[in-house]
């Protein structure tokens, strides 16, 4: 089994939760994205956030939400992808960059618009009530 590691941003408001469509894709996905060799978690995910959302993490504030794991969306049966998630505050203002075409805020009843690991982390926080 091959296994794509990822890292994911989870920002909720209003009990709505952030996500983003790329150019070219129908279906939405938590911001995020690859490490680079030798990055850190941090280091990884702040700079895919910046390269797509324009905004930048506030280290001191980033936590750890948990690690979720399926079927790797667009990809061969058994192509699993791991999306280790995080929260955390952040500075600018919210905006498409880079490969993004579109920022939305979703509800649980979107979650058939995106990913099969974007899926079980929607069933995860609503769960824990964090999304409506």
């Known amino acids: 089994m091959h296994i794509i590691d990822k890292l994911a941003w989870i920002e909720i408001q209003d009990g709505k939760i952030l996500s983003t469509r790329s150019k070219g894709r129908t279906k939405y996905y938590f911001p995020g994205g690859k490490r680079e060799a030798g990055e850190s978690d941090f280091e990884a995910l702040s700079r895919e956030i910046n390269e ?13 939400l948990g690690v979720f794991q399926a079927q790797a969306d ?7 992808v791991q999306m280790t998630c995080y929260t955390g505050a952040y500075t600018g203002t919210i905006a498409a960059s880079s490969e993004i075409e579109e920022v939305v805020w979703l509800t649980y ?5 995106t990913s099969p690991v974007d899926h079980i982390i929607f069933d995860w926080l ?3 009530e964090l999304i409506r």
């Open 52 to 64: 797509e959302l324009s905004i930048s993490l506030i280290e001191d504030s980033t936590r750890f």
């Open 74 to 80: 667009s990809h061969p049966d058994g192509v699993q």
């Open 109 to 113: 009843q979107d979650k058939h618009l």
């Open 126 to 128: 609503k769960e824990r």
